[in-house]
């Protein structure tokens, strides 16, 4: 890898670390959604800067090429990805479901509270 391209992914990795704790920052986004994106760059870095634990770890899985190697990684990582936040929605639409109902419930408690009255 030549030091210009070195040079040019370390400076995309800090742009990428910045935003990422910018938004920590002000609040858009939790740390447990911001984590994984945060270890990726620092694995990123680690990779910019030693190329030779790539091929290390081609070897140790038998994949032919480091290229082949990253896709590898980025499928699971995006796995990893999709499965939290399937996790995550399936528990907010309990809640929405949850409060869905205590709505209605309250709703029709007024109603008949207004009925009572009138």
Not at 53 to 62: E, S, T, V, W
Not at 67 to 83: C, E, P, R
């Amino acid at each position: 890898m030549s030091l210009r391209l070195k040079i040019f992914l370390f400076v995309i990795w800090i742009i990428l670390f910045a935003f990422l704790f910018a938004k920590l920052k002000k609040r858009k986004a939790d740390v447990k959604y911001i984590l994984p994106w945060i270890l990726l760059d620092l694995v990123m870095m680690v990779i910019t800067a030693f190329p030779g634990i790539l091929g290390f770890f081609c070897g140790l899985f038998g994949i032919e090429t480091p290229s082949n190697m990253l896709f590898f990684f980025a499928l699971v990582l995006l796995a990893v990805i999709v499965f939290s936040i399937t996790l995550v929605i399936s528990k907010q639409n309990g809640e929405i479901r949850d409060l869905a109902q205590r709505l209605a419930l309250y709703e029709d408690r007024a109603a008949n509270d207004d009925g009572e009255k009138g």
